[in-house]
């Protein structure tokens, strides 16, 4: 914000930001699909994870209470954190035990990521999806990460959910839903970024709710072939697999099945 709005009391919005990614991938053995899985078990894994959240937690000017993470058998890796506006004090708790599951009431936010890679052998088609979601409490806002989540993984389609919710109040006791002007979750990317997708808003202002959708507009076949060389194979091969991985692609986007297949 350019200005700061002056507030009576405490920033009581409540700001979420849903962030999905989907990469995609053609391997066409089932050895290659394996490992693929694998690959993407040790890329990102607990550890990067929560680096990598860290840092967003670090971008918005919040500070760690909490660190909760965990790989999974055979595939994939949840890491929760909660974290609280910088200056805010912990409260005391008890260490968990290992093994143990844990259900806190949040200070004031938290930041949470879970992986989901996948394959179906009848397809060639691998693909990788991370959900983040970020929700914070008072001024602290989650918009500012988003060029930041995109560089960190390889993101072929992009989904973003923000939801504004509550109401906080000026010095002069008026309700404020919004603590800031904005018409797009895309005002918060770079041009840059924008400029490799197709990007399609479905917004709803008397809600406070904002959605975008992207979709890489020039996907190259090679960044898409796992541990194969492109002049590995024929020429209208490689066209047929750059055809599957944009109908799986529009597929993702569009969130419904489009190519022989019914709604």
């Known amino acids: 914000m350019e200005e700061k709005l002056k507030l009576y009391g405490f920033n009581n919005l409540t700001k979420a930001l849903s962030f999905n990614i989907y990469d995609i991938c053609y391997a066409k053995s089932p050895r290659e699909q394996e490992d693929y899985i694998k690959y993407i078990d040790e890329q990102y894994n607990s550890e990067r994870l929560t680096n990598i959240i860290s840092k967003v937690t670090d971008m918005i000017g919040a500070r760690i209470l909490n660190i909760a993470k965990q790989d999974y058998e055979p595939q994939g890796a949840s890491v929760a954190m909660l974290i609280a506006e910088d200056g805010a004090a912990p409260r005391k708790r008890p260490a968990p035990s290992a093994g143990d599951t844990i259900l806190a009431h949040l200070d004031k936010s938290h930041v949470t990521v879970h992986t989901y890679p996948e394959f179906h052998p009848e397809t060639s088609i ?3 999806r991370v959900d983040i979601d970020v929700a914070t409490c008072g001024e602290i806002t989650p918009l500012k990460t988003l060029d930041y989540l995109i560089s960190q993984f390889d993101s072929d389609i992009i989904t973003m959910d923000y939801r504004v919710r509550g109401f906080t109040r ?4 008026r309700k404020l839903f919004m603590d800031s002007k904005m018409a797009s979750i895309q005002e918060y990317i770079a ?4 400029d ?4 399609v808003d479905i917004n709803l202002y008397q809600a406070n709710l904002y959605h975008t ?3 890489i507009k020039e996907p190259l076949l090679q960044n898409y072939l796992f541990n194969t060389d492109i002049y590995e194979i024929p020429p209208k091969e490689r066209l047929d697999i750059s055809s599957s991985l944009r ?10 099945n489009i190519y022989g297949s019914s709604d």
């Open 126 to 128: 691998a693909t990788f």
């Open 170 to 173: 000026d010095v002069h006791g």
């Open 191 to 194: 041009q840059e970024t924008l």
């Open 196 to 199: 490799r997708y197709d990007a």
């Open 213 to 215: 959708r992207m979709l």
């Open 247 to 256: 109908r799986e692609m529009i597929e993702i986007f569009s969130g419904r």
